[in-house]
């Protein structure tokens, strides 16, 4: 606190500062020079005025509770004034809606009433009608009653029914202008009552605000309520601290009275007093500059550390940054051992897939020579099956079709080596399934060990697999060396390589997109890597 803020201090002529007390001396020697005495004594012994800091502190409370009851009145006003406004808002929309109401009752009326001149007018037109009906009747008695002397001329009789019928149309033409005009009416009416229905939505919609904002208006006023709590709960500490600071002047001046006996030391604590004052003012200085250095430090701290970084990042604490780099190393080293597991499963599948290439080689060349000495509708089949085998080895196409159909049509003339031939496709199939596994990168499980073992378990059972296919091959020699006519070793050997290129085809697939996802997993990787090197 600052001496500079005592200027609106209430207990001020209890309490007089030093250099106050100095002027007044120098005015008035006489009248003011115990007091003075009394308040070079004090900071004398004691070396500052804690009973002018308490008050100081005190006021600066009592200031900072004036300004905040000032906003929470004036919260309070705007509340009350936002308030009225609602309740007039209120009675505005209830006032709407019973007029509305009102012209909705009105409108029902209309419409009743209309709706009984409606009835009435069918009413008369039905006996119109039923009346020219009966005229219509007399006519023809007339007419047929024309032969006889006695009756009366017919022209007496015509001339009052025609009469009749015209006064009965031009009824039934004015009864259909005014149901034109009552059919006018109701779609007005329904148009309004649309119009009516649309402004009682409104005002329900404008109801429901009104309730949300009478919701909130009760949750401000609870606010309200514990505000004006937290008021009461300061003047109660301000009353006490008022009361603490009486007590606080009375024991000042009952020490100022124990101490106008003694006014030998008033000089020397009047250079005290003056040395203390030059003492704040130089360090009041020098902690200006010690702020200035600061100011200029940080900045230029923070020029040094945003040099390299961008525009959106900002300076980290030392500790910050600590525990980022070491986490980072963490994660790198976590990424360089994923890395080598990766690598050595891409090894292994590389070898994999040389031996895969190299059988399929053999078998293809095994194929053409079997296939070369059978019929020319085999011989057709064959080359089908031979440049869908070379396609799907180069991997440019994929004929699945085929060699499904073919695969198929034999199936039902050689179950045994059928068996036999889709348990090692099965096995080719488990073995594409667990290499595309491995080449994942390690992200699907955090068990760093278990790359390896799986890439020795695909080579333990890849020559158990290629042993199952040659071994096919060679019961399928033998069986044509034991004596099979050309016609049951060409359906065979069309079988076998229709067979075999299914395999082989669906082993290129998974082995390409396993790659695929192995680079990919290593672009990632190194990106990732290259990010934490940077940072």
């Given at each position: 606190?600052?001496?500079?803020?005592?200027d609106?201090?209430?207990?001020?002529?209890?309490?007089?500062?030093?250099?106050?007390?100095?002027k007044?001396?120098?005015?008035?020697?006489?009248?003011?020079?115990?007091?003075?005495?009394?308040?070079?004594?004090?900071?004398?012994?004691?070396?500052?005025?804690?009973?002018?800091?308490?008050?100081?502190?005190?006021?600066?409370e009592?200031?900072?509770?004036?300004?905040?009851?000032?906003?929470?009145?004036a919260?309070?006003?705007s509340?009350?004034?936002?308030?009225?406004?609602?309740?007039?808002?209120?009675?505005e929309?209830?006032d709407?809606?019973?007029?509305?109401?009102?012209?909705?009752?009105v409108?029902?009326?209309?419409?009743?009433?209309k709706?009984?001149?409606?009835?009435?007018?069918?009413?008369?037109?039905?006996?119109?009608?039923a009346?020219?009906?009966?005229?219509?009747?007399?006519?023809?008695?007339?007419?047929?009653?024309?032969?006889d002397?006695?009756?009366p001329?017919?022209?007496?009789?015509?001339?009052?029914?025609?009469?009749?019928?015209?006064?009965?149309?031009?009824?039934?033409?004015?009864?259909?202008?005014?149901?034109?005009?009552?059919d006018?009416?109701?779609?007005?009416?329904e148009?309004?009552?649309?119009?009516a229905?649309r402004?009682?939505?409104?005002?329900?919609?404008?109801?429901?605000?009104?309730?949300?904002?009478?919701?909130?208006?009760?949750?401000?006023?609870?606010?309200?309520?514990?505000?004006?709590?937290?008021?009461?709960?300061?003047?109660?500490m301000?009353?006490?601290?008022?009361?603490?600071?009486?007590?606080?002047?009375?024991?000042?001046?009952?020490?100022?009275?124990?101490?106008l006996?003694g006014?030998?030391?008033?000089?020397?604590?009047?250079?005290?007093?003056?040395?203390?004052?030059?003492?704040?003012?130089?360090?009041?200085?020098?902690?200006?500059?010690?702020?200035?250095?600061?100011?200029?430090?940080?900045?230029v701290?923070?020029?040094v550390?945003?040099e390299?970084?961008?525009?959106?990042?900002?300076?980290?604490?030392?500790?910050?940054?600590?525990?980022?780099?070491?986490?980072?190393?963490?994660?790198?080293?976590?990424?360089?051992?994923?890395?080598?597991?990766a690598e050595?499963?891409?090894?292994?599948?590389?070898?994999?897939?040389?031996k895969?290439?190299?059988?399929?080689?053999?078998?293809?060349?095994?194929l053409?020579?079997?296939?070369?000495?059978?019929?020319?509708?085999?011989?057709?089949?064959?080359?089908s099956?031979?440049?869908?085998?070379?396609?799907?080895?180069?991997?440019?196409?994929?004929f699945?079709?085929?060699?499904?159909?073919?695969?198929l049509?034999?199936?039902?003339?050689?179950?045994?080596?059928?068996s036999?031939?889709?348990?090692?496709?099965?096995?080719?199939l488990?073995?594409?399934?667990?290499?595309?596994?491995?080449?994942?990168?390690?992200?699907r499980?955090?068990?760093?060990?278990?790359?390896?073992?799986?890439a020795?378990?695909?080579?333990?059972?890849?020559?158990?697999?290629?042993?199952?296919?040659?071994?096919?091959?060679?019961?399928?020699?033998?069986?044509?060396?034991n004596?099979?006519?050309?016609k049951?070793k060409?359906?065979?050997?069309?079988?076998?390589s229709?067979?075999?290129?299914?395999?082989?085809?669906?082993?290129?697939?998974?082995?390409?997109?396993?790659?695929?996802?192995?680079?990919?997993s290593?672009?990632?990787?190194d990106?990732?890597?290259?990010?934490?090197?940077?940072?």
């Amino acid at each position: 606190m600052r001496n500079g803020d005592v200027d609106r201090e209430p207990f001020k002529p209890a309490v007089l500062s030093s250099s106050a007390s100095f002027k007044a001396r120098k005015a008035k020697p006489n009248a003011a020079s115990p007091r003075a005495d009394v308040d070079d004594i004090i900071t004398l012994l004691h070396g500052s005025d804690p009973v002018r800091v308490e008050l100081n502190r005190l006021e600066n409370e009592v200031r900072d509770k004036d300004r905040e009851l000032a906003d929470a009145n004036a919260e309070i006003k705007s509340l009350r004034n936002s308030e009225r406004l609602k309740e007039k808002a209120v009675e505005e929309l209830t006032d709407e809606l019973k007029k509305v109401d009102e012209k909705l009752k009105v409108t029902e009326a209309l419409l009743e009433s209309k709706n009984l001149e409606i009835k009435k007018i069918n009413d008369e037109k039905k006996a119109a009608l039923a009346a020219q009906f009966a005229a219509e009747a007399t006519l023809r008695r007339v007419h047929a009653a024309q032969k006889d002397d006695e009756m009366p001329p017919i022209e007496a009789i015509i001339t009052p029914l025609e009469a009749e019928l015209k006064l009965t149309r031009l009824e039934a033409a004015k009864l259909q202008e005014d149901n034109r005009a009552l059919d006018r009416l109701t779609k007005s009416k329904e148009a309004a009552l649309l119009e009516a229905e649309r402004t009682v939505q409104i005002a329900l919609a404008k109801a429901s605000l009104v309730d949300d904002l009478q919701n909130k208006n009760q949750e401000l006023m609870k606010q309200i309520e514990i505000c004006q709590e937290e008021n009461k709960i300061l003047d109660k500490m301000h009353r006490q601290k008022v009361a603490e600071v009486e007590k606080l002047t009375q024991t000042v001046r009952e020490l100022e009275e124990a101490v106008l006996a003694g006014g030998a030391a008033a000089n020397a604590v009047r250079e005290y007093q003056r040395k203390v004052q030059e003492m704040n003012e130089e360090k009041k200085t020098l902690e200006r500059e010690v702020a200035r250095a600061k100011v200029s430090a940080n900045r230029v701290a923070t020029v040094v550390a945003n040099e390299w970084k961008d525009g959106n990042d900002k300076v980290m604490p030392v500790k910050q940054w600590l525990e980022e780099r070491r986490f980072l190393q963490g994660e790198m080293q976590q990424l360089r051992d994923k890395l080598a597991v990766a690598e050595r499963a891409a090894k292994a599948e590389a070898h994999l897939k040389e031996k895969y290439q190299l059988r399929f080689k053999v078998l293809e060349e095994r194929l053409k020579a079997s296939t070369g000495n059978s019929r020319t509708a085999s011989e057709g089949r064959g080359m089908s099956n031979g440049q869908s085998r070379r396609q799907s080895i180069g991997g440019a196409e994929i004929f699945l079709k085929s060699s499904s159909n073919i695969y198929l049509s034999r199936r039902s003339l050689n179950p045994q080596s059928g068996s036999l031939r889709s348990n090692s496709a099965s096995a080719l199939l488990r073995n594409a399934k667990m290499s595309s596994r491995s080449f994942d990168g390690g992200s699907r499980s955090l068990d760093r060990g278990k790359m390896i073992p799986d890439a020795a378990e695909k080579n333990r059972m890849l020559p158990s697999n290629g042993d199952q296919i040659l071994g096919s091959d060679i019961v399928r020699c033998e069986e044509s060396s034991n004596g099979i006519t050309e016609k049951s070793k060409a359906e065979h050997e069309d079988y076998v390589s229709g067979m075999l290129y299914d395999m082989l085809q669906k082993e290129v697939i998974t082995l390409r997109k396993a790659c695929h996802e192995k680079d990919q997993s290593l672009k990632d990787k190194d990106d990732a890597i290259e990010r934490n090197a940077r940072s």
